[in-house]
Nanobody, 126 residues
Protein backbone atom coordinates (compact mmCIF):
# COMPACT_ATOMS: atom_id res chain seq x y z
CA UNK A 1 0.00 0.00 0.00
CA UNK A 2 1.46 3.33 -1.07
CA UNK A 3 1.46 6.01 1.60
CA UNK A 4 1.85 9.68 0.75
CA UNK A 5 2.65 12.18 3.50
CA UNK A 6 2.44 15.91 2.83
CA UNK A 7 4.16 18.61 4.84
CA UNK A 8 4.89 22.30 4.57
CA UNK A 9 1.50 23.97 4.72
CA UNK A 10 0.74 26.93 6.90
CA UNK A 11 -0.36 30.55 7.11
CA UNK A 12 1.31 33.16 4.93
CA UNK A 13 0.56 36.70 3.86
CA UNK A 14 -0.34 37.49 0.27
CA UNK A 15 2.79 37.72 -1.84
CA UNK A 16 4.64 35.24 0.33
CA UNK A 17 5.95 31.76 -0.43
CA UNK A 18 5.48 28.24 0.85
CA UNK A 19 7.04 24.95 -0.14
CA UNK A 20 5.08 21.72 0.09
CA UNK A 21 6.62 18.25 0.17
CA UNK A 22 5.05 14.86 -0.39
CA UNK A 23 7.03 11.80 0.66
CA UNK A 24 6.08 8.41 -0.75
CA UNK A 25 6.59 5.17 1.11
CA UNK A 26 6.93 3.09 -2.00
CA UNK A 27 10.23 2.44 -3.73
CA UNK A 28 8.27 2.23 -6.97
CA UNK A 29 7.78 5.99 -6.66
CA UNK A 30 9.95 6.43 -9.74
CA UNK A 31 7.23 4.70 -11.79
CA UNK A 32 4.42 6.96 -10.56
CA UNK A 33 3.04 10.08 -12.14
CA UNK A 34 2.38 12.58 -9.36
CA UNK A 35 0.03 15.48 -8.92
CA UNK A 36 -0.82 18.27 -6.50
CA UNK A 37 -4.52 19.02 -6.08
CA UNK A 38 -6.32 21.49 -3.85
CA UNK A 39 -9.77 21.84 -2.41
CA UNK A 40 -10.90 25.33 -1.42
CA UNK A 41 -13.64 25.63 1.20
CA UNK A 42 -16.99 24.63 -0.25
CA UNK A 43 -15.54 23.75 -3.63
CA UNK A 44 -14.51 20.62 -5.49
CA UNK A 45 -10.98 19.25 -5.59
CA UNK A 46 -9.00 20.62 -8.53
CA UNK A 47 -5.66 20.04 -10.19
CA UNK A 48 -2.87 22.47 -9.36
CA UNK A 49 0.20 20.88 -10.96
CA UNK A 50 1.33 17.50 -12.21
CA UNK A 51 4.57 15.80 -13.19
CA UNK A 52 5.27 12.59 -15.06
CA UNK A 53 7.37 9.71 -13.76
CA UNK A 54 10.64 10.96 -15.26
CA UNK A 55 10.12 14.59 -14.36
CA UNK A 56 10.47 15.91 -17.89
CA UNK A 57 6.80 16.71 -18.40
CA UNK A 58 4.83 19.05 -16.16
CA UNK A 59 1.38 20.62 -16.15
CA UNK A 60 0.08 23.71 -14.35
CA UNK A 61 -3.42 25.01 -14.10
CA UNK A 62 -3.65 28.50 -15.58
CA UNK A 63 -4.12 30.30 -12.28
CA UNK A 64 -0.74 29.16 -10.91
CA UNK A 65 1.44 29.34 -14.03
CA UNK A 66 4.55 31.39 -13.40
CA UNK A 67 4.04 31.24 -9.62
CA UNK A 68 4.18 27.54 -8.71
CA UNK A 69 6.80 24.93 -9.59
CA UNK A 70 6.41 21.17 -9.28
CA UNK A 71 9.47 18.94 -9.07
CA UNK A 72 10.46 15.47 -7.89
CA UNK A 73 13.49 13.81 -6.33
CA UNK A 74 13.67 10.08 -7.04
CA UNK A 75 16.42 9.51 -4.50
CA UNK A 76 14.18 10.85 -1.75
CA UNK A 77 10.86 9.48 -3.10
CA UNK A 78 9.52 13.01 -2.77
CA UNK A 79 7.58 15.46 -4.91
CA UNK A 80 7.62 19.18 -4.18
CA UNK A 81 5.43 22.18 -4.88
CA UNK A 82 7.13 25.56 -4.57
CA UNK A 83 4.50 28.27 -4.30
CA UNK A 84 5.50 31.90 -4.78
CA UNK A 85 3.51 35.12 -5.00
CA UNK A 86 0.67 33.49 -3.10
CA UNK A 87 -2.80 34.98 -3.30
CA UNK A 88 -5.79 34.67 -0.96
CA UNK A 89 -7.53 32.59 -3.63
CA UNK A 90 -4.79 29.96 -3.23
CA UNK A 91 -6.22 29.17 0.21
CA UNK A 92 -7.18 25.49 0.28
CA UNK A 93 -6.29 22.06 1.56
CA UNK A 94 -3.53 20.77 -0.71
CA UNK A 95 -3.25 17.07 -1.50
CA UNK A 96 -0.65 15.09 -3.36
CA UNK A 97 -1.71 12.07 -5.37
CA UNK A 98 -0.10 9.32 -7.37
CA UNK A 99 -0.97 6.96 -10.17
CA UNK A 100 0.90 4.17 -11.89
CA UNK A 101 -1.23 4.48 -15.03
CA UNK A 102 0.39 7.52 -16.65
CA UNK A 103 4.05 6.66 -16.83
CA UNK A 104 4.80 8.83 -19.83
CA UNK A 105 2.35 11.59 -19.24
CA UNK A 106 0.67 13.57 -16.51
CA UNK A 107 -2.75 13.17 -14.95
CA UNK A 108 -5.04 16.05 -14.11
CA UNK A 109 -8.27 14.42 -12.96
CA UNK A 110 -8.78 13.45 -9.32
CA UNK A 111 -10.56 10.35 -10.61
CA UNK A 112 -7.27 9.12 -12.10
CA UNK A 113 -5.42 9.01 -8.79
CA UNK A 114 -4.66 5.69 -7.13
CA UNK A 115 -3.46 7.08 -3.81
CA UNK A 116 -3.87 10.30 -1.84
CA UNK A 117 -2.05 12.00 0.97
CA UNK A 118 -3.86 13.28 4.03
CA UNK A 119 -3.75 16.90 2.91
CA UNK A 120 -2.11 20.02 4.29
CA UNK A 121 -3.80 23.38 4.88
CA UNK A 122 -2.51 26.45 3.07
CA UNK A 123 -3.99 29.75 4.17
CA UNK A 124 -3.09 33.01 2.48
CA UNK A 125 -4.17 36.18 4.26
CA UNK A 126 -4.80 39.44 2.44
Amino acid sequence: QVQLVESGGGLVQAGGSLSLSCAASERAFSRFAMGWFRQPPGKEREIVAAINWSGDTTYYTDSVKGRFTISRDGAKNTVYLQMNSLKPEDTAVYYCASTSSYRGGVFTSPASADHWGQGTQVTVSS
